[in-house]
């Protein structure tokens, strides 16, 4: 008995008749009368305008370009930092280690392969003063050669200019890259290398920023400018640095040349040019001694009296001659005068400690 009246009471516990269901409070917002679809409309929108917009990176990544910046050995401190600058620029880039010099350049397409890389910007370092930057689309071409001048990085401008790490910039191109066909080579080629890919995993879905690239002097000039949002006005940010376009290959990293800059100067014959000249002005000047010379040696010539230089030259009066009968008095030496007083001085005071000492 005692066993079935603890099950039913169990029971009821459990799954026995339930007792009267407590009332739930109503909220505030429950006490108030529905709203009409129109006003739920109005704060929807509201809501949507106050949101902050989703990340644009959970799209598809579909251009799957990828850059290898590196550089051959023997390059100096301004290389480097200009590297680092480009790396940090560009979100989609790679590293990789410095090439031995004594490698052929061919290599390079190997090693993007490895680094499952389609296009490469390589820095070549020369006399450990002149500086070649290489932009290939590997492995197939075409590539083109560069002499890099007037480098200055982002440590040494110390411009006020900023933008976002890994935000995709703006190219803009000078109108004369498409007035002809070596310039609108290179501009595909630029654009290929310099555009951030869209929905990138290491890029931000900002644009703050532009690289423009200007033809002046038959050379490239590189800028990096902030957008300001305010005026849309721009601000320096760096690193800055001119191209000086060589040649371009058909293949990768050589090939058969395509074009060749006609007003190319290489820095050795500048160098050559600079040094000439100086040894010209020191030649011009030792002429002109060794002149100067020889007319000093040149025995004078004796011109032939003209008489019209005379008619303005006044004659002097002539002074009488004086005669002087009277032998002059000589003159008093006060140095020796002052030696005697000096001498009897010192006789009269030996004579008076003499006789003092008695």
């Known amino acids: 008995m005692a066993g079935s009246k603890m099950?039913?009471?169990?029971?009821?516990?459990?799954?026995?008749?339930?007792g009267p269901a407590k009332k739930l409070k109503r909220s505030e917002k429950d006490a108030k009368p529905p709203a009409k679809s129109s006003e739920v409309a109005e704060e929807a929108e509201e809501e949507d305008r106050n949101r902050i917009p989703g990340p644009?990176?959970?799209?598809?990544?579909?251009?799957?370009e990828r850059i290898l910046?590196?550089?051959?050995?023997?390059?100096?401190?301004?290389?480097?930092?200009?590297?680092q600058d480009l790396r940090m620029l560009m979100p989609h880039s790679k590293a990789d280690t410095k090439m031995d010099r004594k490698d052929k350049l061919f290599v390079i397409n190997e090693v993007c392969e490895m680094k499952n890389c389609?296009?490469?910007?390589?820095?070549?370092?020369?006399?450990?003063?002149?500086?070649?930057?290489?932009?290939?689309?590997?492995?197939?071409?075409?590539?083109?050669?560069?002499?890099?001048q007037n480098i200055h990085t982002l440590a040494e401008l110390k411009m006020t200019g900023n933008c976002l790490k890994g935000s995709r910039p703006l190219l803009s191109f000078d109108p004369a890259f498409d007035e002809l066909p070596h310039y609108a080579?290179?501009?595909e080629l630029l654009i290929q290398i310099f555009s951030t890919p869209r929905y990138h995993p290491k890029s931000q879905p900002f644009v703050d920023h532009v690289f423009t690239f200007t033809i002046l002097d038959n050379r490239i000039w590189f800028r990096n400018f902030q957008i300001i949002e305010e005026d849309a006005a721009l601000v320096e940010i760096g690193p800055r640095f001119v191209l000086n376009l060589i040649k371009i290959f058909q293949g990768s990293f050589g090939g058969p040349t395509l074009y060749e800059n006609p007003h190319y100067q290489s820095p050795n014959m500048h160098r050559r040019v600079i040094r000439s000249i100086t040894a010209?002005?020191?030649?011009?000047?030792?002429?002109?001694?060794?002149?100067?010379?020889?007319?000093?040696?040149e025995p004078k010539t004796i011109l032939p009296h003209d008489p019209t230089a005379d008619v303005f030259v006044t004659p002097a009066e002539e002074k009488p001659v004086e005669i002087q009968w009277?032998?002059?008095?000589?003159?008093?030496?006060?140095?020796?005068?002052?030696?005697?007083?000096?001498?009897?001085?010192?006789?009269?005071?030996?004579?008076?400690?003499s006789g003092n000492a008695k």
């Not at 099950?7 to 339930?18: D, F």
């Not at 010209?280 to 040696?297: G, I, N, P, S, T």
């Open 7 to 18: 099950a039913a009471t169990k029971r009821k516990r459990r799954g026995g008749p339930a």
């Open 56 to 64: 644009v990176c959970k799209g598809k990544w579909k251009n799957k």
């Open 69 to 83: 910046i590196f550089s051959s050995r023997g390059i100096n401190f301004r290389t480097r930092h200009l590297m």
């Open 118 to 148: 389609n296009k490469c910007i390589y820095f070549e370092a020369k006399k450990k003063q002149d500086l070649y930057m290489w932009l290939s689309n590997s492995p197939h071409g075409p590539s083109a050669k560069f002499l890099v």
């Open 185 to 187: 080579l290179l501009k």
């Open 280 to 297: 010209a002005k020191y030649k011009e000047k030792q002429q002109v001694k060794d002149v100067q010379k020889l007319r000093k040696k």
């Open 326 to 353: 009277v032998k002059p008095e000589p003159k008093v030496d006060l140095k020796a005068r002052k030696k005697r007083i000096y001498k009897r001085q010192r006789k009269m005071k030996q004579k008076m400690s």
